[in-house]
């Protein structure tokens, strides 16, 4: 017992590994910080709905999970193929479009959210 808890806890440390290289190597992802301190601070300034938080909370979370495996297939594609290779720009290209439908979809998550709150 005592080496299947010891064994969940270096996992947990593996994991939380994953948010350096992140942060500091992708540019973007300070915006969707910005953004969901931004998003997280006016649904408790407007006092937003169980059922809202609920929305918005997955919509942060969409978009984050993208912007990970967006990096993730980044640092592979780049350690697979360190020179240009076209179907390796189109792998980026596609996983950056993920997460570019994610932050559209968060963004109208939004509205539909705090406009009633904004447009009242």
């Known amino acids: 017992m005592k080496n299947f808890i010891v064994t969940r806890i270096k996992s947990f440390q593996f994991a ?9 190597g992708q540019k973007n992802m300070l915006i ?22 609920i929305c918005v909370l997955f919509a942060i979370g969409f978009v984050w999970g993208c912007e990970f ?25 596609i996983s950056a479009a993920a997460v570019l439908i994610s932050a559209i979809v968060a963004v109208i998550v939004g509205i539909f959210v705090f406009g009633k709150y904004i447009w009242l």
């Open 16 to 24: 939380f590994q994953g948010f350096k290289p992140v942060f500091t």
């Open 32 to 53: 969707h910080l910005f953004a969901t301190i931004v998003v997280i601070g006016m649904g408790v300034y407007l006092s937003i709905t169980c059922i809202e938080w």
């Open 69 to 93: 495996f967006n990096s993730a297939i980044e640092i592979l594609a780049n350690v697979v193929s360190p020179d240009f290779n076209e179907q390796i720009k189109q792998v980026k290209d």
